[in-house]
């Protein structure tokens, strides 16, 4: 199997990485400003759970470099913080897409307007395995880094967009449709990639900014 054998997996509804986010007015003028105080409690437990993602992640590479499985319970468990993690971003700097308070929860959260959802593989390649986290990713890394930023001194296009509808957002209470979906499309371009890195799909992401709340040909829910 191969990087470019299964690259059209990623087609619309039947993508195994699904990222959808809906902007949920209305959104406060002011709320984003301190988002990033509400956020702490998040951001503190997400420091330790990503701790065990990476210990996870090392577990499950042997696991498939044996058995050419996901362990199932790993597979859920970094599904789940990674589920997590979208959600507080949504809410915070990478979106700002609603002002609804994110939950605790490695669960799915349905009624949440960001959503996350990774198909679990029933056999993953051993050889993949070797080289998709760091050599087969790197084109993609450093379209990223232009893309969503590359440190907190570089926010990146995304971000930068980010900001711009915040300050939109604060004098004209509203936020530019267009540039959500933008947004939308660098942050699902970047789970994906992340999907992949985490070595939970061997289907190698696109060179593809599919913006918008859903992705391609499931039909708009905002």
């Given amino acids: 199997m191969t990087a470019t054998d299964t690259s059209t997996a990623y087609t619309g509804p039947d993508s195994p990485v699904r990222l959808t986010g809906r902007l949920d007015p209305p959104l406060s003028r002011w709320l984003w400003l301190v988002k990033w105080v509400l956020s702490i409690p998040h951001y503190i437990v997400l420091f330790f759970l990503w701790i065990a993602v990476v210990a ?30 979208w959600r507080v971003a949504f809410y915070g700097y990478s979106a700002l897409g609603t002002d609804r308070y994110p939950p605790f929860s490695l669960d799915p959260a349905p009624d949440y307007p960001a959503t996350l959802e990774i198909d679990y593989p029933e056999r993953l390649s051993r050889g993949l395995v070797l080289v998709k986290w760091w050599l087969l990713a790197i084109p993609h890394y450093l379209v990223l880094a232009a893309l969503v930023g590359a440190s907190d001194y570089f926010p990146g296009l ?6 711009f509808a915040a300050v939109v957002l604060l004098f004209k209470d509203r936020y530019p449709g267009n540039i959500f979906d933008l947004v939308m499309g660098a ?36």
């Fill in 158 to 163: 995304a971000g930068l967009l980010v900001l």
């Fill in 56 to 85: 996870v992640t090392i577990y499950a590479f042997f696991a498939i470099l044996f058995t050419e499985r996901y362990p199932r319970g790993a597979f859920d468990f970094n599904v789940g913080v990674l589920r997590w993690t």
């Fill in 187 to 222: 942050n699902r371009w970047a789970f994906r990639v992340v999907a992949y890195a985490m070595l939970m799909r061997d289907e190698y992401p696109p060179f593809r900014l599919d913006q918008g709340p859903t992705e391609p040909g499931t039909g708009s829910t905002s």
